[in-house]
């Protein structure tokens, strides 16, 4: 790998980084820790939209992990402020949970089913019937059809759970129209972040426990990529995929050295 400049900020994967099953990975609260003293502009990044920064903050709290809530970076923050970008004070039909609706209306948007510019689809755990038929009737309509992220599955303790991606399938396979997916692995949710922290992408890293989407995504941005062994990727794992991380390690723990 070339040199790069010493990194100055850092932004990292929440679930198989800093947690996994509701439980601090061990280093988590040390690494939180000296980041906050240093200074350093950093972020926790989720694909989750389900949340809003608030409750996430408060979920962490209760796990012994301090993150402020504008350290926080969901894939509902970032669809919210791309629609905004693209569509000012425009109109969207959204299932998902607060996390996304509250984004959402902070960004000057009006929630509805007559006639949106947007079909957005989130993370929720009651899809209904009833929402999908009327989403895919308005894409079918005209509507555009955007998704916070391409997850196909989540964890749980009980086991793996549909997640964003499988339903947007669903609303494809019906429509015959592909979605825009904001969330990871799209560069642009990282760009965003960056934006948000005021980080430059020279001096960035990206902590993920996923090649397929932190790694590939804070690469494509132009950061640092720095591969966890406690998440979803096992090590035999990295060299399957065309690109790699800049590195390799066991844990967040062994980072903290490095702030």
Known sequence: MADRKPIESWLTDMDGVLIHEGTPIPGAKEFLRKLQESGKPFLVLTNNSIYTPRDLSARLAGMGLDVPEERIWTSA?????????????GTAYVIGEAG?????????????????????????????????????????????????????????????????????ALITKATGVEPYFVGKPNPLMMREALNSAGAHSETAAMIGDRMDTDVVSGMEAGMETILVLTGLTAPEEVERFPYRPTRVVKSIADLIDEI
């Open 77 to 89: 923050l970032a669809t919210a402020k791309f629609l905004k970008g693209q569509r000012p004070n």
């Open 100 to 168: 996304l609706t509250t984004a959402l209306y902070q960004a000057g948007y009006v929630l509805t089913d007559n006639n949106p510019d947007y079909v957005v689809l989130g993370e929720t755990r009651t899809y209904s019937f009833e929402a999908l038929t009327k989403a895919i009737r308005l894409i079918n309509a005209g509507a555009r059809f955007i998704c916070t992220n391409p997850d196909e599955t989540g964890p749980s303790t009980e086991g793996v759970l549909p997640a964003t991606g499988s339903v947007a």
